[in-house]
């Protein structure tokens, strides 16, 4: 099963797909720069709990808690697909 950090970058990817929302739109919300974005979006970098709420809002979620619920989901199909 793919790890918290993996099912949250890929969530985090999935949505913001979904949204269009911009890698520059998610590094402005969390106050970082574009590469430090990269390296999380690229498992370099660990998320960590304080980015989840500003994360959860750039993407149109209504609650870090549908962060996770999309999270879950995307951990069950990264999954199912590796099976």
């Not at 985090?12 to 574009?34: C, E, F, M, P, Y």
């Not at 980015?51 to 750039?58: D, I």
């Amino acid at each position: 099963m793919a790890s918290f950090q993996d099912a949250i970058t890929n969530a985090v990817k999935t949505q913001a797909a979904r949204k269009d929302v911009s890698n520059g739109d998610i590094a402005g919300a969390l106050g970082i720069s574009r590469q430090m974005l990269w390296r999380y979006l690229n498992h370099e970098a660990a998320w960590n709990s304080d980015q989840f709420p500003p994360l959860a809002k750039v993407l149109g979620l209504e609650s870090e808690w549908a962060l996770f619920d999309l999270a879950k989901q995307e951990a069950v199909i990264a999954q199912e697909q590796a099976a």
